[in-house]
C-alpha cells in the first residue's frame, strides 16, 4: 500500500512540475471534498471578491469522491482539474483535506488558506484521533502527508486555536483567528426574518402556532441511533409542538414517523432561525447555534462510547450552555417548565467566537487579497 502511495505521490508530482511552467494568473481557487457545490461560506466569499475584485479570476472544485470505480476515475480526472489551477493561482481556499494541496509541491506564490467547515474545536478531528475508531490510521495520514502545505489555518478564538493546531499538526503561529463567514449571515436580523418567510411559505405545515424545536444530531458511523431518536420522538406532545429534524447529510438513519418533519433541503441553520427549542449532541454546529441567544439542549444517550471513539477539546460536560441527558422526557420537560438560561449560552458564544469589527467576511478578505 505504501509503495502504491509513494508511487502516486511521484507521478502527481511530475505532471504537476509541468504545470508549474505555465504562468501564474491573478486567481483564486476554492477547493473541497466535502460536497459537489460550494458551501454557503464559500457563497460568501465569492460573492464579495466579486464586487470588491472583479479582477480576480475565481475557481470552483469542489468534487465529493465516490467510492466506486466510475467515482474513483471521475475523481482521478479532477485531480488533473485541480492540478494546473493550483499551479496557476495564487491563492487556495479549502475547508477539508485536500490529496492535491498536501501531496504537491507548490509555488512559492501560492498562498493556502485552510477554512476548516466545522466552526470552533468541540470534537476531537484529524491527528487528535490517529488510530481511533473516528480516525484515520497513522501510517496513512503519514504517507498521504495529511494536512501539509498549509500557510494560515482558521480557527474561532483564541480559546480553540491549540486545538486546531494540534488537530491539523502544525505551528500554532499559522493559526488565523477569524471564526466563519456565515456569522455575518448569522447576526443579520433582515437576513433571518427573510429566511423564516420564505420556509414558512414553502411549508405551509409550519405555519402553524405551535413552538418549533429542532432536533440536529451529529454524524455517526454505525447509525445504530434510530431506536434512540424514535425515543426523543415519542417525549414530544405534538399538540403543543412541531418536531423537525435535520439529520447530518451523511447520515444513514430513516425517519418514517408521520408527525415529524425531516428536511435534506435547507441546511440546519436556516431551520434554527425558525426554531424556539435546539436539541443536538455532540455536533459543532453548537458554536453557530450559540450566535443565535435560543434554548439549547443536549442528547446525548451514547455518551461514554463517544467519549471512548472520540472525545472532546473542551470539557463536554462543563463547557456545554445548557441541560446534558440521555433521558429525553427530561429535555422536554425542561422546554416545557422553562428550565434553561440563556445566558450561559450567549458565554458560550463570547468564549468560542471572536468576532472581529470588520466582519468575519471582510477580515478574511482582507488577508486574501493581501496575498493577491
Known amino acids: ?14 505532471i504537476y512540475t509541468l504545470f508549474k511552467c505555465i504562468p501564474v494568473q491573478n486567481k483564486i481557487i476554492f477547493l473541497s471534498r466535502q460536497r459537489n457545490s460550494p458551501s454557503i461560506n464559500y457563497n460568501i466569499m465569492i460573492k ?13 472544485s469542489c468534487k465529493r469522491l465516490e467510492k466506486s470505480i466510475s467515482g474513483l476515475i471521475g475523481y482521478a480526472f479532477h485531480l488533473f482539474y485541480e492540478m494546473y489551477h493550483l499551479a496557476t493561482s ?4 479549502l475547508d477539508t483535506y485536500s490529496i492535491t494541496i498536501s501531496n504537491l509541491h507548490h509555488k512559492k506564490k501560492l498562498t493556502v488558506i485552510q477554512m476548516w467547515h466545522a ?28 494536512h501539509k502545505n498549509y500557510d494560515y489555518v482558521m480557527t474561532s478564538s483564541k480559546a480553540c486555536a491549540p486545538y486546531f493546531a494540534e488537530a491539523f499538526h502544525t505551528d500554532i503561529n499559522k493559526m488565523f483567528i477569524n ?38 444530531p451529529t454524524f455517526r458511523k454505525n447509525n445504530k441511533s434510530s ?12 399538540k403543543k409542538y412541531n418536531l423537525i429534524i435535520k439529520l447530518h447529510p451523511n447520515s444513514k438513519v430513516k425517519i418514517n414517523d408521520p408527525r415529524v418533519f425531516v428536511d435534506q433541503k435547507h441546511t440546519t441553520i436556516k431551520f434554527a432561525f425558525l426554531s424556539d427549542y435546539i436539541i443536538t449532541d455532540y455536533s459543532a454546529i453548537v458554536f453557530e447555534l450559540s450566535l443565535l441567544s435560543k434554548p439549547i439542549f443536549f442528547y446525548t444517550y451514547d455518551y461514554k462510547q463517544y467519549v471512548n471513539n472520540r472525545d ?20 422536554i420537560n425542561s422546554i416545557q417548565n422553562k428550565k434553561y438560561d440563556i445566558k450561559k449560552v450567549k458565554n458560550f458564544q463570547k468564549k468560542y467566537i471572536d468576532i472581529p469589527k470588520e466582519g468575519c467576511t471582510q477580515k478574511l478578505l482582507d488577508l486574501v487579497f493581501k496575498n493577491m
Do not use: H, W
Not at 500500500?1 to 511530475?14: S, T
Not at 464579495?48 to 475557481?59: C, G, L, N, S, T
Not at 418567510?197 to 418549533?212: A, G, I, M, S, T
Not at 463536554?316 to 440521555?326: A, C, H, N, Q
Open 119 to 146: 466552526m470552533g474545536s468541540l470534537k476531537k478531528f484529524g491527528y487528535s484521533i490517529l488510530n481511533q475508531e473516528e480516525g484515520s490510521t497513522k501510517s496513512l495520514a503519514l504517507a498521504m502527508n495529511m
Open 179 to 216: 471564526p466563519l463567514p456565515v456569522v455575518d449571515r448569522l447576526l443579520d436580523k433582515n437576513y433571518q426574518k427573510e429566511v423564516v418567510r420564505l420556509l414558512k411559505e414553502e411549508y405551509p405545515n409550519l405555519k402553524n402556532k405551535k413552538k418549533n424545536i429542532l432536533y440536529c
Open 48 to 60: 464579495e471578491i466579486r464586487k470588491q475584485r472583479p479582477d480576480i479570476k475565481i475557481i470552483i
Open 227 to 238: 431506536k434512540k431518536i424514535q425515543e426523543l420522538i415519542d417525549s414530544i406532545d405534538f
Open 312 to 331: 472532546f477539546y473542551i470539557d463536554f460536560k462543563k463547557e456545554m450552555p445548557g441541560l446534558i441527558t440521555e433521558n429525553p422526557k427530561e429535555i
Open 1 to 14: 500500500m505504501k509503495v502504491l502511495i509513494y508511487l502516486f505521490k511521484v507521478i502527481i508530482n511530475v
Open 90 to 93: 495564487k491563492v487556495a481556499i
